[in-house]
């Protein structure tokens, strides 16, 4: 049971961070392939602010934050530990995340992510029936493992809804 405490409110989301093994790698795939606007890069020395914010000792990272339609992602570059290691869940795995866009075309983005190494975990499936009949969505995969989904309204989807 949750003890009574002071109300609070949610009042949007801010951002999503994804860690990744190279940030310029990253900058090249979410800026040049994805055409996102890339805001800025900062970089965090080992610092007891950086190592208290993500609970790591030692902690260093550059960090870049890159512009989406209604959504900021950060990407995270570790220096430091050194022993930092590369995870690769599968959907279904705890622990496992992914971010979802809403796009125009998905079979042209997955020609295009898929030339800087992005492939698709399946073919793109399509809902048949109920509430969200026609749209077509997939799960795509990138080298350092991290998962998005990429979903496309149907012609009728997008008139049913206005």
């Known amino acids: ?11 949007s989301a801010d951002h999503t961070g994804i860690t990744v ?12 392939a994805m055409g996102f606007e890339h805001m800025y890069t900062w970089d965090f020395e080992e610092s007891s602010f950086f190592e208290e914010l993500v609970g790591v000792k030692p902690a ?4 870049a934050m890159v512009r989406v339609p209604g959504h900021l992602i950060e990407l995270l570059e570790y220096r430091a530990p ?3 290691q590369v995870m690769k869940p599968r959907s279904c795995d705890v622990g496992s995340v ?5 796009v125009e075309n998905v079979d042209a ?12 975990l399946s073919k793109v499936q399509r809902i048949e029936s109920g509430e969200r ?7 795509v995969r990138g ?5 998005l989904e990429f979903l496309e309204q149907s012609r009728n989807l997008l008139a049913a809804m206005s």
């Open 133 to 139: 009949a026609g749209l077509r969505l997939v799960y």
């Open 98 to 102: 992914h971010v979802a866009f809403q």
């Open 21 to 32: 093994s190279s940030l310029d790698e990253a900058l090249s795939f979410w800026v040049g």
């Open 143 to 147: 080298p350092d493992g991290v998962t």
């Open 82 to 84: 050194k022993d930092r």
């Open 60 to 63: 260093a990272a550059r960090v």
């Open 1 to 11: 049971m949750i003890e009574a405490s002071p109300s609070f409110r949610i009042k």
């Open 109 to 120: 983005l997955l020609a295009r992510i898929g030339a800087v190494g992005w492939g698709a």
